[in-house]
């Protein structure tokens, strides 16, 4: 089993950054484990949808079109963790964001997600 910890959401600007990070225990995906793991978010009355995602070894990220170029993920398997920096925000990027991982699968869908944490909040006021 796997848990996912997010942290790092609050309240913003219009234009502000925010870092978020996730902390996996329980199993690791280092080196020799493939794995991704990502960032989706929520907004209210709306589906969750996916945000970024990372390879295992960090070499290869994909994002959504909406955070493309304001957007970096990275991974630090030693420690287990996966961030995402989030700069020139708008009040559209206002959700709850998870933490989303999967030892075989990319996670760009909701369906290829095994592991999900418990959401931070991320308000942007305009």
């Known amino acids: 089993q796997v848990q996912l910890v997010e942290s790092g959401g609050g309240l913003v600007q219009a234009g502000g950054s925010l870092r978020l990070s996730c902390a996996a225990s329980g199993r690791t995906f280092s080196s020799g484990s493939m794995g991704s793991m990502g960032w989706f978010r929520q907004a209210p009355g709306k589906e969750r949808e996916f945000v970024a995602v990372?390879?295992?070894?960090?070499?290869?990220?994909r994002y959504a079109d909406s955070v493309k170029g304001r957007s970096t993920i990275s991974r630090d398997n030693a420690k287990n963790t996966v961030n995402l920096q989030m700069n020139s925000l708008k009040p559209e990027d206002t959700a709850v964001y998870y933490c989303?991982?999967?030892?075989?699968?990319?996670?760009?869908?909701?369906?290829?997600?095994?592991?999900w944490g418990q959401g931070t909040q991320v308000t942007v006021s305009s």
């Open positions: 989303a991982a999967d030892p075989t699968r990319v996670v760009v869908t909701t369906n290829s997600v095994s592991y």
């Open positions: 990372i390879n295992w070894s960090g070499r290869w990220t």
